[in-house]
């Protein structure tokens, strides 16, 4: 029996992880693991109790939650203390929030240590801003998936669109132009490459193309395992 894979993806908010991690889990039959959705179901908690601005009640509240993630029909569903948030995480409050709070160092040791759990015993595909660095350092497979800001605003807007919110596009792209800011220079683990990443630009590839080039890669890594 071949061994549980960790597959881990990192890079810039609207770069397209979610998309493809979501395929490539599809294809090799494994779990999804959306790491943003954590950090922003703790922002969206943290909003709703008016606590954001305070970051030891921020601390004891991510010390209390007992988070689940469950991917069901092409969407994750997230839970806190059984209360499904899926729907209250992403909004223009939460994302406006969320980079403030994933920079609170024990916020991240708390969802870090929940994260690596879920790589234990099951082929993973993880993704999030430092799962290739800091989550899963030992991934069997790395990736660094970048686009152009104005190709990654586009695509936010159009999933904006789609759910019926009124939003500018502008507005879009200077919100994911501040979140890359705050994730790339916080000082505890920042969004970078991962020096064995494999690095992927999809600023012009087909969503197909880009999956079938990453398949290809898992499938060459598969042959050379060691039986
Ligand atoms: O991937 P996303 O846009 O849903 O992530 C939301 C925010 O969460 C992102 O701006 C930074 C933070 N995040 C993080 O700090 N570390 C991760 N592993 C995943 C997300």
Redesign the pocket.
């Known amino acids: 029996m071949s061994k549980n894979l960790v597959i881990a993806i990192?890079g810039p908010?609207?770069s397209g992880?979610?998309t493809i991690a979501k395929y490539l889990a599809q294809k090799l039959n494994a779990v999804y693991v959306?790491?943003?959705?954590?950090?922003?179901a703790i922002?969206f908690l943290a909003l709703r109790n008016d606590i954001a601005d305070n970051t030891p009640e921020v601390i004891n509240l991510v010390r209390d939650l007992d988070i689940k993630l469950r991917f069901e029909f092409g969407i994750t569903r997230v839970f806190v203390n059984d209360e499904e948030v899926t729907h209250n995480?992403?909004t223009k409050e939460v994302?406006d929030k969320?980079?403030d709070?994933?920079?609170i160092p024990e916020v991240?040791e708390e969802?870090v240590k929940i994260?690596k759990k879920l790589g234990e015993n099951q082929t993973i595909v993880a993704?999030?801003?430092?799962?290739t660095t800091?989550?899963f350092p030992e991934a069997d497979f790395k990736i660094f998936l970048t686009a152009d800001l104005d190709v990654r605003a586009e695509r936010r807007f159009k999933e904006f669109l789609e759910k019926g919110t009124e939003i500018d596009l502008d507005a879009v792209k200077s919100n994911l132009a501040e979140?890359d800011r705050?994730?790339s220079s916080?000082k505890v683990?920042p969004?970078k490459k991962a020096e064995d990443a494999f690095e992927l630009d999809s600023t012009s590839l087909t969503i197909k193309e880009e999956l079938d080039m990453l398949l290809e890669k898992i499938k060459s890594l598969k042959e050379t395992e060691p039986q």
Do not use: F, H
């Not at 959306?34 to 922003?40: E, F, I, S, V, W």
């Not at 993704?127 to 799962?131: I, K, P, Q």
């Open positions: 990192d908010a609207g992880k979610s959306d790491t943003g959705a954590m950090y922003r922002t995480i992403r994302n969320v980079s709070i994933s920079r991240r969802l994260q993704e999030g801003r430092d799962t800091v989550v979140r705050i994730d916080r683990s969004l």
